[in-house]
């Protein structure tokens, strides 16, 4: 549908992207992009005012993953729950500046270990698995800035 590719084309023109993976079926289509500039949560916010909201997964090492329902199609809304990890902190993880976002880091179910390098009042975080939009809103709230870059394989947390 016309519509629908417009759709995919400008969500390409935010990521600043021409080359993508795609599968399709009768009511949404699966992008898989690898931005090669950084990108910001102002960006993903903009995707997903653009039209229905879209399933974003990010990682870091392999590309982003956007689900976008075509025109006319619905779904559910799928409600997403998330507990802020309550445990003690890994001495390796625990920064006091980026205490509450690396809580919800550590809520991601099964989370496999990554790397964190820290300077000043910015945390990069690397060799993390696959993150999801409402995970990285979360952090957002927790009042940082996010930057991704897929270059680097890396999140990067600003106060």
């Known amino acids: 549908m016309e519509e629908d590719n417009a759709y995919m084309s400008d969500i390409l ?14 009511t949404r289509f699966k992008l898989i992009i690898n ?3 950084p990108f910001s949560m102002q ?12 399933g974003i997964e990010i990682d870091v090492n392999s590309g982003v993953y956007l689900e976008c329902l075509k025109k006319g199609s619905s779904r559910k809304r799928r409600r997403i729950q998330f507990e802020s990890f309550e445990g003690d902190i890994p001495e390796k993880y625990n920064i006091p500046k980026f205490k509450k976002a690396m809580r919800e ?3 991601i179910q099964d989370i496999c270990e990554f790397d964190i390098r820290v300077d000043g009042d910015v945390l990069t975080i690397s060799n993390l698995e696959s993150i999801s939009y409402p995970v990285l809103k979360r952090i957002e709230k927790t009042g940082c800035n996010i930057e991704i870059n897929m270059l680097k394989s890396a999140l990067i947390l600003s106060l």
């Open 13 to 26: 023109a935010v990521f600043k992207v021409t080359s993508f993976k795609l599968s399709e079926t009768e």
């Open 43 to 54: 960006t993903l916010h903009k995707i997903q005012e653009m039209r229905d909201p879209v």
């Open 35 to 37: 931005p090669t500039q």
């Open 105 to 107: 880091v550590l809520s």
